[in-house]
């Protein structure tokens, strides 16, 4: 059986799953950090693949830029090919004065503006949205052995990329570090679902002061990232 928008078959699929946006940067995940990557997915281009690390079997599945797109195809994972453990890999951009470019971000929680909260929940009900223990556990303290650049705290999940109306500055007086669009959709339907979710984010620019990374400074960080995710979740299978 396939789903609507993934056309692996049954058993193509690993039960622990990574979620860049970009399908490109799934094909450079499983064709880099993967032995014998297996794309199972081409539906819309959002190229899924699945092969081993270190022994374990996993997966890497595009999700698409925003909420609406990462929830589809975080549901079909969960709902129709029985996936365990989900988690994003992406680039966010810093709101902290304490998070810099290159530094990665481990989302305990995710707040957002989206409306998935109140259409789930209905009206006078403000969800809070977090990370699955075991796994965030698991990652700080990989972070720590591998002597990382990371922050651990709450992300904001926003729905529009171009918001000029939204208060950055206030996000950051109240804690947020970074901002990215997806993170509160996968933890909130992982918990729906009984599954583990966890964000990781490498901030590739600073929205308050400007400060940037090169394109290759990038992959650099991105990389550190993969295989922070990677060996975090290797600690708890």
């Known amino acids: 059986m396939m789903s609507t928008h993934i056309e692996a078959k049954p058993g193509e699929i690993a039960e622990t799953v990574l979620m ?136 904001f999940a926003e729905d529009r990329f171009y918001n000029d109306e939204i208060d950055n500055e206030k996000l950051a007086d109240y804690g947020i570090m970074a901002v990215e669009m997806e993170m509160a959709a996968l933890y909130m339907l992982a918990a729906k679902y009984k599954r583990h979710a966890l964000g990781i984010l490498t901030i590739s620019d600073h929205i308050l002061t400007g400060e940037a990374t090169t394109a290759q400074e990038r992959q650099t960080g991105f990389g550190q990232m993969i295989e922070l995710a990677l060996d975090s979740v290797l600690q708890t299978l």
């Open 20 to 155: 860049p946006g970009d399908p490109l940067r799934a094909k450079f995940i499983a064709e880099t950090y993967f032995e014998n990557p297996v794309r199972y997915n081409t539906v819309r281009n959002a190229f899924g693949y699945t092969g081993t690390y270190h022994g374990q079997r996993v997966s890497v599945q595009a999700s698409g830029m925003g909420i609406p797109s990462i929830s589809i195809y975080a549901t079909e994972l969960m709902r129709d090919y029985g996936v365990q453990n989900l988690i994003r890999v992406g680039t966010a951009g810093a709101v902290s004065q304490d998070v810099h470019v290159r530094d990665i971000v481990i989302g305990q929680a995710a707040s957002t503006d989206s409306g998935i909260i109140q259409s789930t929940f209905g009206a006078g009900i403000y969800y809070a949205p977090i990370a699955d223990y075991n796994l965030l556990s698991a990652a700080v303290s990989t972070a720590q052995e591998k002597q990382l650049k990371f922050h651990v705290g709450n992300v």
